[in-house]
Every structure is written in C-alpha cells, then in structure tokens.
C-alpha cells in the first residue's frame, strides 16, 4: 500500500470554503475506495468522508454531511473534499487513504464514516484552520 498525499488545506474565516486533493502517482485511485478524515493533537481520528467509485456512492459523518462534499477525478487521478460553511471545530490534521469499501456505522446516535479492515496507511496530512 501507498501512502496518498493531500494538499489544499489553509487558513480560513468561519463559513469559508476550501477544496482538498487527494492523490498518488503509483497507482489509479478509481481502484479503490478513498477515506478522508481529520485529526487534532491529542484527540482521536475522526472521520469524514468515502467515495467508492465501484457502485457510485459516498458517504459523510454527520459532523459535515451537507457541508462538505467528496468527488473523483479519474483523469487526473484525485480526490476532492470540497468543504464550504466551515466551523472553527472543522480546524484539524485533513489526512486521506485507500479502502476497500466505505465503512459507515452510528455511534452515539450520530452516523460516522469508519476505515475497514483494509484501510491502507493514512498520508501526511493538510492541514485546515477555522478561524472564529
């Protein structure tokens, strides 16, 4: 497995936008299913996103469901997270990687994206800032 590179992140106002990348030059990504997920120092990975271009669907965590919004570009081999109307709690380590399907449960009520069991090794990370 590869590790993806991410790029895109930066610092906003509140209810800004900005438009994530996902990509790698070693293999095509239409493969596979792509992850997105955010982490802050000291708390644990959440995530956010799954597009899985084998049947067509994505999937977002309720914490940006309607806000933010994952897509592929098989000609150049990325994926986007567009992220609009964004909240300071949106301030966070933007990381992505390959599965093999889209993994999605309720926890506490509220749907959450989760990596399978074939999850492949997180990238490096952008990182976006939400300014108040």
């Known amino acids: 497995q590869v590790q993806l590179v991410e790029s895109g992140g930066g610092l906003v106002q509140s209810g800004g936008s900005l438009r994530l990348s996902c990509t790698t030059s070693?293999?095509?990504?239409?493969?596979?299913?792509v992850v997105w997920s955010r982490q802050v120092p000291g708390k644990e990975r959440e995530g956010v996103s799954c597009?899985?271009?084998?049947?067509?669907?994505?999937y977002y965590s309720d914490s940006v469901k309607g806000r933010f919004t994952t897509s592929m570009d098989d000609a150049k081999n990325t994926v986007y997270l567009q992220m609009t109307g964004l909240k300071p709690e949106d301030t966070a380590i933007y990381s992505c990687?390959?599965?093999?399907?889209?993994?999605?449960?309720?926890?506490?009520?509220?749907?959450?994206?989760?990596?399978?069991?074939?999850?492949?090794?997180w990238g490096q990370g952008t990182q976006v800032t939400v300014a108040s």
């Open positions: 990687a390959t599965d093999i399907i889209c993994a999605w449960t309720v926890i506490a009520g509220r749907g959450v994206v989760l990596p399978s069991s074939q999850i492949g090794p």
């Open positions: 597009i899985n271009n084998r049947d067509d669907t994505t």
């Open positions: 070693k293999f095509p990504l239409a493969e596979y299913a």
